[in-house]
Structures are given as C-alpha cells and as structure tokens.
C-alpha cells in the first residue's frame, strides 16, 4: 500500500509520482496491481533511484526485501528479462516494487550492493539462476549451484530433464588461501 | 577440475611460499555432514587457535529446484511442494501460496477458512519455534529440553494429523479456501493439548532460561546490531530480539489477524540469548492467538463460491451440469489467474515468507518465487561469527533456525 | 588342600587373587553396566523408555543385554586407521585411559580389614598421592589420540583435553589437602578409620563432607572435569567438533574410549565415597556391638556399593541435566574461581585446626 505516514500540507505522493519528480524521465511505467506499487524505471538510473530510496526522507526505505528476475522468453515479450526489487520501510509503513527490463544480448546492470548489506548474496543466485551480470559486484560466482554447472536454470530454454557432465572429486584443501592477510 | 600430479605439487610449493609461517591460522571446514548443521550448509572457518578470524559459507546442498518445478506445473500442483519449502513449519508455506494466488485472483476466503488458516498457522509456527529452541539446546549441551519439546511438539502433530491427513505435508490450503474442515471435537482435542503444551514449556523454561551455565553459552554470543540487521534484511525473531517490533501480521496486516489481540516480543541486544526468550515468548503469544481464535471460529462455508477458483462440491459436480463443467474446466485445464503479478508477504516461523507469483493469464506459472528468510541469516553468520570462538558457531547457528528447504529451495 | 591353603597365604598371590577380584567384580561389571544404566537413566529424566529390545530367544532383560551386544557389535566392527596418522601412538593411545581408571582402585578399601588381610589392594603410606599420579597419566591417553589422528577436529579435542586435565589436577590436589590436614595422613586406611569418629558421642559421623563440605565440593568438580564427563566434555565436543579426540577411532578401540570413561565415572564414585562418605564404615554400626564380623564385612561392603552407585547416578545425571561449558569458559571456572576457593580452603582449614583442635 503506498501511503505516507505523515500528512504534509503538500498533497501526499505516491512514490511513482516521487521518483518521476526526482529522477524526470527515468520512469517507463507504473502501475498499481492489486495495491502493489511497481514503478518500472531505466537500467541506468538504477543505482542513483535506489540511493534515494534508501536515504530520502520520504521513502526511508531500509529493508531490501527481494531480488530476482523473471524470463519473458515463451511470452515472447522484446525486453526478455526483467529485474525485480522488493523494498519496505519499516518507518513509514509502505513497499514498493522496482523493475529494469533487460535484453538478452545485453544482460547487464549496476549491481546495489553498497547500499545493502543483503543485496550480495540475493545478486549472486540472480546471475547463477538467469545469468544477469551484476556490474560493480566483488564476488559474482555461483551461489545454489556448484561452480562447474554449465547454463543458468531458471531461464525458460533451459530444459528441465537436462543432464550435466559427471565432476570428479576436487580436493578440499584448494580452497584454503593460507597466505591471505586478515 | 582435474589437475596433473605435478600441478598439484607446483601449487603446493606456491602456497608454502606465500605462507606466512609466523602466523597460526587453520583452516578448518565445519563441513556439509556435521551434527550441528541442521539442512546442511558447510562453513570454512579460519581459526586462529579457537578463535575465528573468517568465515565463508557455502550453501545449496539442498538446491531441489522448486522455483523451476513450478514453472512446469499448474497453479495447483505447487501448494505440495510448498510444503517441502520449509519443513517444520509447512502449513505457513501453505498459506503464505495460496493467499499470493488469491491475491492475484482478487478473491478472498471466507471468514471460517481464515481462522481456521489462523489456528493451522500459529501451530506451524509454535512447532518451527520448538524444533529450533530444542535442536539448539541440545547442541549446547541440555539435551533432556529437546526431547521434552518434541515430546510437546508430538501433541502438536497429533492435531495437524486430524486436520490435514499428514504430519509433515500437509497440502491443506486450496485457493480461495481449505481442502478440509476441521473435524468434530477438533476444539476441545485442541483446549486439551494446548494445556499440556503450556505445562512443557513452564517446565522447560524453568530448566534452561535462569541456568548460569546456559547463560553464559549464549549471552553476548552472536550480538548484531540494529543497523547491521537491517542491512542485512533481517525479518522475524531475527530482528525482533534486535530490538525492532516488525511483525507481518502488524504492519501489513493478512487474513484475520486484524481481529486477534497478541503482542509482540522484542529483545534488546540482538544476541542469542535474547533471541531464544523471544521465541519461547512467541511461542506463548500463539498459543493465546489459537485460543482467541477458537473461541470466535464462526460458522460457515471453508471454500470461496466464485466458480474457476475452487472445485464445486461433489454433490453439484455429479447433481448440475454447471458444477460438472466447472469440475471438468479445473481439472483439465487447471487454475487461470488473471495476468499479473503479486507479492504477499506472511509472517513465517522465521520472518517475512513472502511469495512473489507473476501469472500471465494462461494456466502455466510464469515465475513462482519464495522470498527465504533464512537466507540473509546465513548470509550475515561470517558478521556475527567472526570473533568468537569455535565453540560458538553452535549457538550462532543454532539460533538462526536455518532449515535446508527454505534456504536451498 | 594343604598346598592350596599354603599358596594362599603368600602375600604376592594374595595381591593377585584381589586385583581380580576387584577389576572383574567390581570395576569391570559396574563400568559396563553403567554404560547401560547411562542410557536407562538418561531415559527416565527425558520421559522415555531407553533400550530395552536386546534379546536371545524370549529373554530381554530390560535391556541388560544392551551391554553384552555393545560389545559384541564393537569387536566386530572394522578397525580404521586414517592416512597420514602416527601408527604406534594411534594404536596405544585408548590404553591409557582404561588403566588409569583400573588402576585408581588399587588403594580403595572395601571393607574393614579382618586380622591382617586387608579388602584393598594396596595400602601405600602415600595412598592419594598414588592418585595424583595415576590420573595424571590418563592425560596422555586423550593428548595422544587427538595429535595422532590426521584431522583437525581430533587436535582441536586433544588441544583441549590436555588444558583441561592438566589445569584441573591442580585444583584436584589443593581440594585435598584439607582432607589430609583434618585426618592427619595420606594413607587411605588411616582416612577411612579417621571418618570413623562421632562427634557429640555416637550421633554425627565425622564423614569428610561434614569436615570439609567446601573440599568435598571442589573435589567432586575437579573429578568430572578430569575425567571430561558434563558439563566439561568441550574436548569430547558432540556438536562443535564432532567427537573431539576420539574421532577417528572405531570398533574396539573406541570402545576402550567409551569403557575407559565409565570406569573412570565408577571410580571417581569410589573415590568420593572414600574420601568423603566414610568409605566402607556404616554409620552407627558399632552400636550394635554384638554383631558377628562376617555380617559386618558385608554390611560394609554393601553400603560402599550403594553409594557408589548413588554417585554414579548422580554424575550421570548431572550430565542429562546441565548444559554444556564452552571451553574457555571451562579454563576460567578453573582458574579464576576453582583456585581461589581451593587456596581460601586449605589456609581456612589449617587455621581451624590450629586454633580449635
């Protein structure tokens, strides 16, 4: 539900009408589906829309609640993926849902990580799930999968039934760096 | 990852070199099969003696691929694997599904289906808060408080039976309503063990709560500040022992919890101790929540009358030829919500279970997605572990209450 | 009969035939019975019913035959040895353990002795001290099995046990000097004859914890901890590092393990009641003054018998009750509060005696 705690002398916006007012010309489309707010809005003000979220009075939005991404391929829909983040305040009470619209062959976008802790992990089982390159992130290996999976499942032609090529048995002690520094 | 004999040996040689002999740190991996990680999550730890200096978890041991399976199922052959999201706490995966896809129906249950969905949840809930308080007891040490909590948790199971068939996978909620109603005598049945369920916890808690030696187990352990916690996307118990009074059935208020009168339990310092009194204080309020909840079950239908959303009573199915239809229709084509997408959070045994269903008018899912609570817990461990000692990654870990399924999905 | 008789009387066959006696009726048979009664136990604390399903043919026993398939099962199961250990300490390490349990019975008296045979093994002039030793030697069986095994979860656990122990024997020692003070020598059977006295004429025995009710405390704490049972089994782990210093072993050496620390649960029983209870003396027993010797040999055996196993239920007890120290928090009870308390005792004891008696 979209509604601000505090009734100000200025009428009260919604938060589409927030971000359309701070960041003009960023916002493609929004809409209000069954009392969700989702505010659809370009790749490259991404990082800049979610620094606002987070620290504007206003919005005050503190918990990054969810990201994942959704594939369009068998809806046949031009941007195929679309990139989706869930937030709540607790301050002030209201959720918002954001969305980027990425194409295939240019399946990038900045990665928030700085501006939440949790962001990290939820980023990287996006990029081992879809694929998604999350610019700007420290450690973007596989996070649910092991690190010699071929593909990315959650895309739509990754075909449920398929087999992945037999590991051998990797020894243990590879993976400790004994000379990094603390 | 197949290396040459001698590949190994040069890398070897190149860790010796860069090894700094002066320092004494080990690497020890709190490995995937260990007695204390409940759903298997493997830990490499870097210990310097027995204090921990880094930490770097590893998960998707349990990956089953849910997320995918229910994009190749209909609507309804999800709510089965729902139940195996989170294990010990099914009926809330249950009802956190099937209200998502009421939502993008725009139908709602009618009023004996959400107390009902009211009881059926807080048991869930009070039995995912025993099964964590227990395991994590019994890893420091008290193991007499577990088995008497699985014993109060049977009691809890008995009534789960009667109602739904199974202990476990209870595949309850339709949507738009219940599969089952609740069975005659299933209330007082219900009076009777919750009275006994009270008796265990007052035996319990004076076993372990003012134990100095339990105390100190878990005092100061695992602390994390409000500000990390929000960060890091803490939900539920989790954030309530931090000191944040964020309930789901609070703030963006579900079925009819509107109606019920509890109260939620904060702690202050975020540590492992504050977050087991939250828990066993919890457990408490849902009991209360039941009871208020059975003295105001109203009469009445347990499934929503829209057509295309519930299957008609066998009696019309076989009396009418609109039931036959509808039956027909709903069996062979499945669910059809409206194209859209919805996101309905519901308060978990753990946080904020929030399933995000996106649906585009065919009966195929296009994307069903759990928000996991458990995720940012194991996920911010490294934070609350690194300066303690080894012995406290069990209670660390223990009071994050990971379960595998919902984790890994 | 002659020849048998006069065997008998060699004081050297006499030492043998009572080491037998005592491991193979008294040390042994209480040691694997409490690995059942642990479990028995546990279970009544814990609303359940615990073994009960061993059988041959129709007899169960209520589970006593858990002890006999136990063994079975451990003599049977394959005998690994990890890569990469050290072979010699590997194999000898369970031993230590299990002779140092048998071994604290040596100087335990059963009964009173009846002319000059005594019901003890050995009455050494320095009696406890023997003690002293003996436990001191069981350090080695967890430090070696924990270096010697290939693995990091098993040094973790010998790490911990020898801290542990060595710390531990200290406050062991300085519990018992009081105990010497207050009667007056080391030898056992001079303890045992001292807890015989009545104080306010034949009403209160002049039992070691009404001495030294702050000894008999720190002793019994120290003795747990020593022997590594609840709640100071961090180096055996259980959920932290899985089994501590026994962890690689199986089959009949980790037996040895487990029966080494059941002996050593009786023993530590024998001990206190020794040391603390009246040993074998029956309280008010030398009232009835006509009673023939033999009755009162039994009698005193059987009251050293039940309490003995009232200690050994109540060790284990404790163990189903109380969580679990963390191991730093183990060293700091030890050192900062056990010490203090032993040193406050051994200075208030002396300054008693000295000014009362």
Known sequence: MSETATPDAEAALTLTQLIAHEFPGTVRDSHNHRGDETVIIKREALHRVCKFLRDDERCKFELMVDLTAVDYLEQGRDPRFDVVYHFKSLSLGHRLRLKVQLNEDDLRVASI???????????????????????????????????????????KDYPMDRQQPIMPLREVEERHEYGRKF | METAPLEIQKHEAELQESVDHSSSVMAIEIGPSHPAMHGIVRFTTYVDGELIVDMIPEIGYLHRGFEKESENSKWIQVTPYTDRLNYVSPLLNNIGYAMAVEKLYGVEAPRRAEFTRVIMGEISRITDHMTCLGASAMEVGAFTFFLWFIKAREYLWELVEEVTGARLTTNWTRFGGNATDLPDGFLDALQDRLDKVKDVMDECDRLLTKNK??????????????????????????????????????????????????????????????RYLVRMEEIRQSISIIEQAADKMPVGPIQTLERRVHYPDKKDVYGNIEGLIDHFKMVMEGHRPPAGE???????????????????????????????????????????????????????????????????? | MQILLEILSIPLVQS???????????????????????????????????????????????????????????????????????????????????????????????????????????????????????????????????????????LLGGTRASAQMLSYEVFMGLALMGVFMVYGSTRVSDIVDGQNQYWFGSLIPQWGVFTQPLGFLLFTTALIAETKRAPFDAPEGESEIVAGYFLEYSGMRWSAFM?????????????????????????WLHLW?????????????????????????????????????????????????????????????AVIILIFV
């Not at chain 3, 003054?289 to 284990?316: D, G, H, M, N, Y």
């Open chain 1, 113 to 155: 990580h700085d501006l939440w802790d949790a962001v990290d992990w939820y980023e990287r089982e996006c990029f081992d799930m879809f694929g998604i390159d999350f610019e700007g992130h420290p450690n973007l290996i596989r996070l649910l999968m092991y690190e010699e999976f071929e593909g990315h499942p959650l895309r």
């Open chain 2, 213 to 274: 030696i339990f105390i100190d187990r878990v005092k100061d352990i695992g602390a994390i500040s409000k500000e990390d916690a929000l960060s890091f996307g803490f939900t539920g118990p989790m954030l309530r022992a931090c000191g944040i009074p964020y309930d789901i059935r609070r703030s963006d208020p579900y079925s009819v919890y509107e109606e019920l009168d509890f109260e939620i339990p904060i702690g202050s310092t975020g540590d492992c101790f504050d």
């Open chain 2, 342 to 409: 919805a996101y309905l959070p519901v308060e978990g045994g753990n946080g904020e279970v929030g399933f995000f269903v996106v649906s585009d008018g065919s009966g195929d899912p296009v994307r069903v997605r759990l928000r996991p609570p458990c995720f940012n817990f194991v996920e911010a461990m490294p934070k609350m572990t690194i300066g303690h000692y080894i012995a406290d990654i069990v209670p660390i870990f223990g009071s994050i209450n990971m379960i595998g399924g919902e984790l890994d999905r």
């Open chain 3, 16 to 154: 043998l035939l009572k080491i037998v006696v005592v491991i193979l009726l008294f040390a042994m048979p209480l040691g694997t019975l409490m690995t059942l009664m642990e479990r028995k136990w546990s279970a009544m604390i814990q609303d359940r019913v615990g073994p009960n399903r061993a059988n041959a043919g129709n007899f169960t026993g209520n589970g006593l035959l858990h002890i006999a398939a136990d063994g079975l099962k451990s003599i049977f199961k394959e005998d690994t040895m990890p890569e990469g250990s050290d072979r010699f300490l590997f194999l000898i390490a369970p031993f230590f353990g299990l002779i140092a349990g048998v071994a604290t019975f040596a100087i335990i008296p059963f009964a009173a002795p009846i002319g000059d045979f005594k019901f003890q093994i050995a009455d050494v002039e320095p009696g406890l001290l023997f003690i002293f030793a003996i436990t001191s030697l069981s350090v080695y069986g967890a430090v070696l099995a924990g270096a010697s095994s290939n693995s990091k979860y098993a």
């Open chain 3, 259 to 283: 029966l080494a620390e059941y002996v050593a649960v009786v023993g530590v029983a024998s001990l206190i009641t020794t040391l603390f209870f009246g040993g074998y003396h029956v309280p």
């Open chain 3, 289 to 349: 003054t006509s009673a023939p010797e033999w009755l009162v040999r039994i009698l005193q055996v059987l009251k050293f018998s039940l309490f003995v196993i009232f200690f050994c239920w109540f060790q284990i007890q404790l163990r189903w009750t109380v969580p679990k120290f963390r191991f730093d928090q183990t060293m700091a009870l030890g050192w900062k509060k056990l010490l203090p308390l032993s040193l406050i005792n051994t200075v208030a004891t």
